[in-house]
């Protein structure tokens, strides 16, 4: 989903935001359109990885965000070759004793041990993704960045001007 604008100022817990909007409606999302909204909810935490050399707290809710997407990928979707075409751990309603849901492990602890490191590769994989992305488009990075601290928003026309500045042109393909 194409970014709608960036901001590096504070809303609630939030002390930034960028902001995506489909182009279309969806129901059903692909298992690489889920990884790549995990490589980008990562995003932030590879970029104080590589500008910062350290972390901080401030990626805390993305990482939550993606490793409940890599679960449920795994959990609910089915989408792990090594776990199968399977759902494992059955929700239940149960509103009425003070909980909205719980969920009902219905699998064996050794299954449990293999849901976990499935999702752990898909995160690892994802921001390893990012991570590359990143360092090779590290011009980019910190120009987004310094336009930011200048502006503190940008919308999509200035991120689409500032990458397509960044990037050399695309050689055109004739057809001899």
């Not at 909007?21 to 970029?47: C, F, M, V, W």
């Not at 990143?134 to 200035?158: A, D, P």
């Given at each position: 989903?194409?970014?709608h604008?960036?901001?590096?100022i504070?809303?609630?817990?939030?002390?930034?935001?960028?902001?995506?909007?489909?182009?279309?409606?969806?129901?059903?999302?692909?298992?690489?359109?889920?990884?790549?909204?995990?490589?980008?909810?990562?995003?932030?935490?590879?970029?104080?990885?590589?500008?910062?050399?350290?972390?901080?707290?401030?990626?805390?809710?993305?990482?939550?965000?993606?490793?409940?997407?890599?679960?449920?990928m795994?959990?609910?979707?089915?989408?792990?070759?090594?776990?199968?075409?399977?759902?494992?751990?059955?929700?239940?309603?149960?509103?009425?004793?003070?909980?909205?849901?719980?969920?009902?492990?219905?699998?064996?602890?050794?299954?449990?041990?293999?849901?976990?490191?499935?999702?752990?590769?898909?995160?690892?994989?994802?921001y390893?993704?990012?991570?590359?992305?990143?360092?090779?488009?590290?011009?980019?990075?910190?120009?987004?960045?310094?336009?930011?601290?200048?502006?503190?928003?940008?919308?999509?026309?200035?991120?689409?001007?500032?990458?397509?500045?960044?990037?050399?042109?695309?050689?055109?393909?004739t057809?001899?």
């Amino acid at each position: 989903d194409p970014i709608h604008k960036v901001t590096i100022i504070p809303r609630g817990r939030a002390l930034g935001l960028t902001q995506q909007l489909p182009i279309d409606e969806k129901h059903t999302y692909p298992s690489q359109y889920l990884e790549n909204n995990i490589a980008i909810l990562l995003g932030g935490r590879a970029a104080e990885e590589i500008v910062l050399k350290d972390y901080t707290t401030g990626a805390g809710n993305d990482i939550e965000r993606a490793t409940n997407l890599a679960r449920k990928m795994v959990c609910e979707w089915g989408m792990s070759p090594i776990m199968g075409p399977l759902s494992y751990g059955k929700k239940e309603e149960q509103i009425f004793l003070g909980r909205e849901f719980a969920t009902h492990k219905d699998y064996s602890e050794d299954t449990a041990k293999h849901i976990d490191e499935e999702v752990v590769s898909i995160v690892k994989r994802n921001y390893d993704k990012a991570l590359s992305l990143l360092n090779e488009h590290i011009e980019i990075l910190h120009k987004i960045s310094s336009e930011l601290l200048e502006k503190e928003v940008l919308n999509s026309t200035e991120i689409d001007e500032i990458i397509g500045s960044a990037l050399p042109a695309q050689p055109v393909e004739t057809n001899q």
